[in-house]
Structures are given as C-alpha cells and as structure tokens.
C-alpha cells in the first residue's frame, strides 16, 4: 500500500490550498481516511477523519475552515483548507486506516505566511 500526498506549498494568510493523497496496491475494507499534521518542535496532530460510512469529524482548531473529502473510485482524500492561518504551517500526512493496519504517506509541506 501507498499514499502519495500533494498539494502542498506557499501560501499568505487567509488563502486557501488543496490537498490530495491517492493511495494504491492492495486496497481493501478502507475503515476511515485521515489527515494529521506536524509542525517544527510539535508532536503530529490529527486534523480530520472520514469514515467509510462518510461521517466527517475535525479537530477544534481546523473545524469551519478545512473540509475533508473522498473519491472511493479514485481512492483517494482531499483537504480543501480555506482561511490559513500562519499557526496551520506543517507537514501534512495522510494516513488510510485498512482492515489489517493504518498506512502513513509521506508528507506535503504547507507554509503560511503572515
């Protein structure tokens, strides 16, 4: 299993960006989709679920600004942020929790500036 994240880069504050993660190989019984992030001296935080039923949660500090989102075909997650913020800086990770484990991939960095 694989998950190729993009979309990252540099952005002012209050712009927006678009993240992508695809995940390939051998895909099966796909138990929820997440974002986390980590930013310099932090521990990785988690940012946003999707389950497989499509029920979304946020963490407090992304809630109304960030939306999680899914193509089951394509299998792939997508993070549409809106309203950066310079504090949202970080790598960012996907993460897809399978049947038989959770796989990371590898990061995409997001810079906001002020």
């Known amino acids: 299993v694989q998950l190729q994240a993009s979309g990252g880069g540099l952005v002012q504050a209050g712009g927006s960006l678009r993240l992508s993660c695809a995940a390939s190989g051998s895909i099966i019984g796909i138990k929820a989709m997440r974002w986390y992030r980590q930013a310099p001296g932090k521990e990785r935080e988690w940012v946003a679920t999707?389950?497989?039923?499509?029920?979304?949660n946020y963490a407090d500090s992304v809630k109304g600004r960030f939306t999680i989102s899914r193509d089951r075909a394509k299998k792939t997650v997508d993070l549409q942020m809106k309203h950066l913020e310079p504090r949202d800086t970080a790598v960012y990770y996907c993460?897809?929790?399978?049947?038989?484990?959770?796989?990371w991939g590898q990061g995409t960095q997001v810079t906001v500036s002020s």
């Open positions: 993460n897809i929790d399978l049947i038989y484990g959770p796989y």
């Open positions: 999707i389950t497989s039923t499509g029920d979304k």
